[in-house]
């Protein structure tokens, strides 16, 4: 299952790519004809290829929460199975007397790693997504920025762009969560947090 999600957050990170490349391209253009220099291309053909972008992005930034709707109970079995894992095999190996010897008790540590190795691989495809989430709108800030020095927008396109400069801080939490609404990303703070109420439930 775990390489289904990974495959499944791949594409999310591919299309992202792709936009963020036609994006950059057509920042690029712009950036040449605020320059003076011959573009062909109209202002008003600029417009509609933003708009249309833009709209693309914003469909994205929607699909991604759908996908979270399916993935997040899975998610959140594997966190909570995984750690409970990670947790009692580690236990085993360092407190547990057995007759067993150090090659032998060594299995527990792999077995620890592969699990953990596993919640890093997810983190990590998550992260990405949530980077690339934060690209995309700071690219989409940038060309209509350029396009505000070209294009005379109406009052509607106006306040549009405002609230897209003004969405800037919730992109961020556009990615996959957990059952519990915790986001799985980078900030590993969250996550020892999340370890140690494990822990504590383990212990009591």
């Not at 947790?87 to 699990?115: E, H, I, Q, R």
Request: aromatic share 16%; with cysteine; glycine share 2%.
């Amino acid at each position: 299952m775990s390489f289904f999600f990974v495959m499944s957050t791949t594409y999310y990170r591919i299309r992202q790519q792709c936009k963020l490349v036609q994006l950059e391209s057509l920042s690029q253009k712009l950036n040449q004809k605020l320059a003076k220099i011959a573009v062909k291309q109209p202002n008003s053909a600029f417009l509609l290829q933003f708009r249309k972008l833009n709209q693309e992005v914003l469909n994205l930034f929607r699909e991604i929460p759908a996908q979270n709707l399916f993935w997040s109970p899975y998610l959140t079995l594997y966190f909570i199975v995984y750690i409970f894992a990670i947790v009692y095999l580690t236990y085993c190996f360092f407190f547990v007397k057995t007759s067993l010897d150090g090659l032998k008790k060594s299995f527990f540590l792999l077995f620890a790693n592969n699990f953990m190795t596993i919640l890093i691989i997810i983190t990590l495809e998550c992260t990405r997504v949530v980077r690339n989430n934060m690209q995309l709108h700071r690219q989409c800030m940038q060309v209509a920025k350029q396009l505000l020095e070209l294009v005379p927008f109406t009052l509607t396109e106006q306040l549009k762009i405002d609230q897209l400069i003004a969405n800037y801080k919730f992109v961020g939490q556009i990615g996959f969560r957990l059952l519990n609404n915790y986001q799985v990303d980078a900030h590993m703070f969250q996550m020892v947090k999340f370890l140690t109420n494990n822990i504590l439930i383990l212990k009591y």
